[in-house]
Structures are given as C-alpha cells and as structure tokens.
C-alpha cells in the first residue's frame, strides 16, 4: 500500500512563497456551500498573514454543516501547507478544520468526498510528523486526522501506539487514541482510564463498539476526536447521545 508523501506540496520552508500557486487556480469556476469561491484565496492568505478568524470563514465556505464541495479539495493543500508552517505546535484551528474534512469525506459519500480524502491523505505526513512532537495540542490535532483512515492502520497502529508511552501522555490523550485506534479496528482496552470519571467508561464502551464495526458508534467516535482537538472530551455535552 503506498505510503504518506507530500508529493503534492514539495518541500515546507519558512521561506517559502506564501501559498504559491494559489493564484494559478480558476477559483471562480469551483464552487462551494454559497456558490463561487471567489473569496476562498482572500481567506486562505489572511489565515497564512496570521488572521485566525478566516477559520471560521473556512468552516462556512469549504467546509458547511458536514458538506464538502469542489473548492474544498482545491484548499486543502494549501492548508497542510499552513499546518506545517505553524511549526512544532501546529495549529487546533487549521488541524479542526482538517479533521471535520477527513471526517466528512470518510462518513458523506458526494462527488468530491472522495477528492477531498485524497487530497488529505497526501499531507498525512505531516500529522505523523505532529503526532512526535512535545505539543499535545498538536498531537490531537494529528490523532483526529489520522483517525479517519483505516485503510492505512499498518502504518498508523505503531505511531499512536507510541503516544501511550510518553511520559507526558494524559488520561484524557490516551483517551482519544484509544478511540483512534478503535477507528482503525486497533481496539486497546489499555488506552482508557481504569476507573474515575464516567466519561473514560463511556469512550471505552464507544471505541468497543466502533470496533465491532458500528457505524453510528464510528460516526460519534470521529466527532468526537474532532472536536475535542482544543480541549478535554469531557468537556463535550452529551458526547455520547
């Protein structure tokens, strides 16, 4: 099976062009959630200038209510791109915003679902990369994305398994491997918390569930990890519902 590459972004450089060839893209004639995506450059490049805000320009546009669309698999390069800019720390916002694609390509099958899980699949690279570093934030973001596929838990198994191992791994990161791994039909009953809060018996329960192949329970375990880059699961309300 072929291996993650960044084949389609060639080396990251912090002294590279900002978002080069974002302009050679005929973003007018792609469409997303509100028609032409005429404002999808102007919101890339002040999300790279440092404008977190078009993060939420970007979750209505390339991203709305659990839709994908044409312009989506088109920014998704050059979100990788900023991802890996951000350095060491990554980035919860450009990773959430990545997750909810992975996500909704895995579960929504469209005409460009699958594109966009494609055009994902080729920056995996660069959450690996995440998954190793001293950031937990970071390796949250990356346990999300690569959450969402399967196919490739051969490579994945190991990585993630790694994380449980560190000695700054909390009970709630091992959590959400643990349901990651149970996404990747990895289920290890060892990533959830013995006892203590509800929360670490019910994600236990889910990820058994996922991995018995579940699609409801897969469905709330991927939501899950998502949004839940930023901050505890337990802080989620009725998560488990």
């Keep these: 099976m072929e291996s993650f590459s960044l084949d389609i972004l060639g080396p990251v450089s912090s002294q590279s062009a900002p978002l080069a060839g974002l302009n050679d893209i005929d973003w007018h ?5 509100y028609g032409a995506a005429d404002d999808v450059p102007d919101q890339l490049l002040s999300l790279a ?4 805000s078009a993060i939420e320009e970007l979750f209505g546009s390339i991203y709305h209510q659990g839709s994908v669309y044409e312009a989506t698999a088109y920014a998704i390069p050059f979100l990788w791109h900023l991802l890996a800019q951000r350095g ?3 980035h919860p916002g450009i990773a959430g915003l990545v997750s909810s694609i992975a996500e909704a390509s895995s579960i929504h099958h469209s005409v460009w679902s699958e ?3 494609e055009e994902v699949r080729k920056g995996n690279s660069i959450a690996l990369h995440l998954l190793s570093t001293t950031d937990e934030t970071a ?3 990356a346990v999300s994305i690569l959450a969402c596929f399967p196919e490739y838990a051969g490579q994945l198994e190991a990585p993630l398994r790694g994380v449980l191992h560190r000695p700054d791994c909390s009970k709630h990161e091992s959590t959400r491997i643990g349901l990651a791994l149970a996404a990747l039909s990895c289920f290890d009953e060892a990533a959830f918390a013995p006892s203590g809060a509800a929360f670490f018996v019910e994600a236990k329960l889910l990820a058994q569930e996922v991995a018995e192949g579940n699609p409801e ?4 375990c991927l939501s899950v990890l998502t949004e839940t880059i930023d901050r505890n699961p337990e802080d989620l309300s009725n998560w488990s519902a």
């Design 49 to 52: 200038a440092g404008d977190d």
């Design 139 to 141: 390796r949250r973001g």
């Design 115 to 117: 594109k966009c899980r």
């Design 217 to 220: 329970a897969l469905r709330t």
């Design 88 to 90: 060491e720390g990554g």
């Design 29 to 33: 004639s792609l469409q997303h959630a």
